[in-house]
């Protein structure tokens, strides 16, 4: 999810994706990518997360990779408890979330 995610915001950005023999070469760790729950007196939330990091290393220069860090964190507060359609929703917002982040990077903004 979280590669189709990046690979979808890269390609909006007017980014050619390849599979062999590309000038850029873009690798990540994903530190979280979790659902959790919260009970309080009033609600039971569906508590999504996401922590990742992106390296960009170009073949063309002897430059250090750019490495950027994207994090959000999304609540979906409910009354009973939360469903799969609630837990499923707050990691779109994650994932929705960290490629609004991408684009307003200047360095990933545009190709």
């Given at each position: 999810?979280?590669?189709?995610?990046?690979?979808?915001?890269?390609?909006a950005?007017?980014?050619?994706?390849?599979?062999?023999?590309?000038?850029?070469?873009?690798?990540?760790?994903?530190?979280?990518?979790?659902?959790?729950?919260?009970v309080?007196?009033?609600?039971?939330?569906?508590?999504?997360?996401?922590?990742?990091?992106?390296?960009?290393?170009?073949?063309?220069?002897?430059?250090?990779?750019?490495?950027?860090?994207y994090?959000?964190?999304?609540?979906?507060?409910t009354?009973?408890?939360?469903?799969?359609?609630?837990?499923?929703?707050?990691m779109?917002?994650?994932?929705?979330?960290?490629?609004?982040?991408?684009?307003?990077?200047?360095?990933?903004?545009?190709?």
């Amino acid at each position: 999810m979280v590669r189709s995610a990046i690979t979808t915001q890269l390609e909006a950005a007017g980014h050619q994706l390849v599979d062999q023999g590309a000038d850029v070469t873009v690798t990540g760790d994903i530190a979280v990518f979790e659902v959790t729950t919260s009970v309080s007196l009033s609600s039971w939330d569906a508590i999504g997360s996401l922590d990742i990091t992106v390296k960009v290393h170009s073949s063309r220069t002897s430059l250090d990779p750019l490495i950027r860090r994207y994090q959000a964190k999304h609540v979906s507060k409910t009354i009973l408890g939360p469903s799969k359609e609630d837990f499923e929703q707050v990691m779109r917002d994650c994932l929705e979330d960290m490629q609004r982040q991408m684009v307003s990077d200047p360095e990933y903004g545009s190709s």
